[in-house]
Each structure stands twice: as structure tokens, then as C-alpha cells.
């Protein structure tokens, strides 16, 4: 029987060996090596004509199920967990690029990944072009012989503006370079990015996917990249085909500056997704009613969620993301100080800067992960001191309402 809902497929992927003992749960191998039948077999191993796990900062049984369950979720042609979400983005920028090469990026961007853009690439010679992603004219003026890629976050955090993906996508297969998104706001269950050409997506695992229980990260190869067109995979073109971006990073890459995801992470990682549908439907729902009240506040000035009707952005949220374009917001009161008077009397939204956990948090953007920026950097951001990010958890949506009701009196 087909099994074609997302959460069945997720219930029911098999594991590349047959337990034992017939666990209806991976069971968690924390082991640092694994033993080999001889010495012919572990030569083997490392020439690449035995497949196996040798060691666990290369790969690990808990962590390869985490990988293949994703992989068969998003449909993709390969998978690879890291550490952290910005070990996933670090990581793919410099398997595809080199000292004298270019990305190009929307300027509005999560605080870190800016700062990686803005402060660490370029000591690496990556130099990281900045351009309205909605302007196909000056995007396109950007590009040149070096560029190998194109990077955007689906869903801006925190300012919640959606790309033009269908454009992106078009512009990136007119000059033969990568794709990349940062899918980390709309999980799997809502986008599918292979059917829309993105390349290469990227997530930090420590959102949706874990609820907020373990940290990591995931880079996904949809298969639908011709490598021949990077020069920087030459080497690896010829053995691996269409494989070779996942088989440099795990040979090169990722082995090499050891971003590895730990297997008791990837436990809990493959739980979040057993019901990460029913957490993201469950923080939707709860988005629209907050939404619905905080517009009806006289006290707020503005509501941000791309999922809200009313939002300039919704038709966008449609035609990508089903309609959820991820569980967070933003609103506005009239100044920083009623701000941080506001966020002070919350008793059940917590004040945290993590985002689509379990529980429901929030954070002043423009003080926390945007402080090491100027305040002209804050204003291209489009980070005001008087807004909010509010990441909507899957508490009961009374409770939640009642909450931000007294702290707004």
C-alpha cells in the first residue's frame, strides 16, 4: 500500500538494517568506532568499495537514519546532518566556492548568517554580493564568470518578506549556478524546494524539526544540479556523478573541519520529525488566532504574518508554503521601552531566542542577534527597535492570548 501522507511516510521509513530485535524505535549507537571483520574489509572501507561506519565523526547508524528519513520525506538525492544550522551553511559555501569566487545574497538576512556573510567569508577570499531579490535587472547585474551561487532565506527572519522563488529560480538555471535556500522557517511538510529548482537547501534541525529538544543542522541535495558546471568539483565529478556535492562534503569538507552531528541529537531529531506535521499545523493555528487578537489591539501598531489574509504577503504564502509560511510573526508597539516593558510581565511566552520550539518565544531582534550591527545596517535590515518576534509554540491559544493580554495592559 502507498503510503503518501507525510506523516505516514515519517512513521514508516525502514531502517537500512534489519534490528534484531524488531525495535519499533532506532535504537541510539553511541559509539565512537566500529570494529571490522578483517583487515582486507576495513581496507576495503577506505578505498570505497565497502560501505560501512568506521567512525562516528564520519557517520554513525542513528545518524544515517536521521539522514535517510529526511532524505525520503523531501524526496531528495542525498542528505547530510551537521552540528548546527550554521554549520550547514558554512559548510555548503565553501564545498561549492573557492578563494576568488562570488555568491550572491538577499540583504535581508537572520543576524549570523549576515555576520558570516559580511565578517567571515571574505577572510577566505568568498566575496558575498548583497541584492533585492526581487529585482531580477540588478540580481542578474551581479553575476559574473565566479558566481557560483544564489542564497535566500525562504522566509526573511525576522522580517518575514518571501522571495520570488519562481524567478530565482529561472535566473539561476539561465547562468548554469547553485540554488541555495534556507528552508529553516518552512519545514518539509509545507515546501517542497526540489519542485520549485532550488538546488541545495539548508535548515537548522534545531527549529522545526527538533522543537526546540537538540541542536543540529541539515544540508539536502535535490539532484537536480549539473556539477560539471562548478569547476570546483572536477575532482569529483568523474567518480561520483550526480552524488559529487554530498560526496565532498562528506570526504572534504565536512570530515575535515568536523561539524558532526552527534547520534543522540539525531534520536531526537527523528522523533521531531515523527510529528512534525502535527506541531507545525498545531503552531499555524495558534498563529492565526494571535494574529486575529493583536490586530484588534488598539496598543499595537503592527502585525506581521505572511499567513494572516490580510497580509500583503499571503497570496506568496499560498503558492509556496500550502499557506504556512512557518509559525513566527512580528509586531510592533510604540516604542523599545514598551517593548521590553511588555515582554517583562509575559509569564507563560517565554523571553528566549529560539524559534519554532515547542514553546512559544519571544525576542526584541533589534537588541539581541542585530546589536553587533549599526544602526543604518538595522535599517537596511528593516530590524526596528520597536518590533518584536514572536515564535508561536503549541500551548493552548487561550492561555497564550490571555498572557499577552495582561502584559499589553
Given at each position: 500500500m502507498k503510503k503518501s501522507g507525510f506523516t505516514t511516510l515519517a512513521l514508516n521509513v525502514p531502517y537500512p538494517k534489519n534490528d534484531p530485535h524488531k525495535s519499533l524505535q532506532i535504537p541510539l549507537y553511541e559509539s565512537v568506532a566500529f570494529e571490522f571483520?578483517?583487515?582486507?574489509?576495513?581496507e576495503a572501507n577506505f578505498k570505497g568499495e565497502y560501505v560501512a561506519h568506521t567512525y562516528s565523526r564520519a557517520s554513525s547508524p542513528t545518524v544515517e537514519y536521521f539522514e535517510l528519513k529526511l532524505k525520503t520525506l523531501t524526496q531528495s538525492n542525498g542528505v547530510l546532518a551537521v552540528s548546527s544550522g550554521m554549520a550547514a551553511i558554512s559548510n555548503t559555501i565553501l564545498a561549492i566556492s573557492k578563494s576568488g569566487d562570488n555568491i550572491i545574497s538577499g540583504s535581508q538576512l537572520f543576524g549570523h548568517t549576515l555576520s558570516l556573510f559580511q565578517q567571515t567569508l571574505p577572510d577566505f577570499g568568498i566575496d558575498v554580493r548583497f541584492s533585492d531579490l526581487k529585482d531580477s535587472g540588478k540580481l542578474e547585474e551581479l553575476i559574473d564568470k565566479n558566481t557560483r551561487a544564489i542564497y535566500f532565506e525562504t522566509v526573511t527572519n525576522p522580517q518575514l518578506e518571501i522571495a520570488d522563488i519562481e524567478m530565482l529560480s529561472e535566473i539561476s538555471r539561465k547562468y548554469g549556478i547553485v540554488l541555495i535556500s534556507d528552508s529553516t522557517v518552512t519545514p518539509p511538510n509545507v515546501f517542497n524546494a526540489g519542485k520549485l529548482g532550488i538546488n541545495i537547501e539548508v535548515f537548522?534541525?534545531?527549529?522545526?524539526?527538533?522543537g526546540g529538544t537538540a541542536f543540529g543542522g541539515v544540508v539536502i541535495d535535490h539532484g537536480n544540479y549539473d556539477w560539471r558546471l562548478n569547476p570546483n568539483f572536477k575532482d569529483f565529478i568523474e567518480k561520483?556523478?550526480?552524488?559529487?556535492?554530498?560526496?565532498?562534503?562528506?570526504?572534504?569538507?565536512?570530515?575535515n573541519t568536523g561539524g558532526s552531528m552527534a547520534p543522540q541529537t539525531a534520536k531526537f531529531l527523528i522523533q521531531g520529525?515523527?510529528?512534525?506535521?502535527l506541531r507545525v499545523e498545531k503552531c499555524y493555528q495558534n498563529c492565526l488566532a494571535l494574529g486575529k487578537f493583536l490586530s484588534s489591539n488598539q496598543k499595537v501598531k503592527k502585525v506581521g504574518y505572511p499567513g494572516l489574509e490580510a497580509d500583503s504577503r499571503n497570496f506568496l504564502a499560498k503558492k509556496y508554503f500550502s499557506g504556512i509560511p512557518g509559525t513566527i510573526m512580528t509586531f510592533d508597539l510604540e516604542s523599545k521601552e514598551a517593548c521590553f516593558a511588555f515582554m517583562n510581565k509575559l509569564q507563560i511566552v517565554r523571553r528566549a531566542t529560539n524559534?519554532?520550539?515547542?514553546?512559544?518565544?519571544?525576542?526584541?531582534?533589534?537588541s539581541t542577534i542585530y546589536?553587533?550591527?549599526?544602526?543604518e545596517e538595522r535599517k537596511?535590515?528593516?530590524v526596528r527597535d520597536t518590533m518584536m518576534r514572536l515564535s508561536v509554540g503549541i500551548e493552548n491559544v487561550e492561555d497564550l492570548i490571555s498572557d499577552i493580554k495582561q502584559a499589553l495592559s
Open positions: 571483520d578483517s583487515a582486507e574489509q576495513i537548522s534541525a534545531t527549529k522545526h524539526i527538533s561520483f556523478k550526480d552524488n559529487a556535492f554530498i560526496a565532498k562534503l562528506r570526504k572534504n569538507i565536512y570530515r520529525l515523527d510529528i512534525l506535521e524559534l519554532n520550539d515547542n514553546k512559544t518565544l519571544i525576542i526584541h531582534p533589534h546589536a553587533e550591527f549599526s544602526e537596511i535590515a528593516d
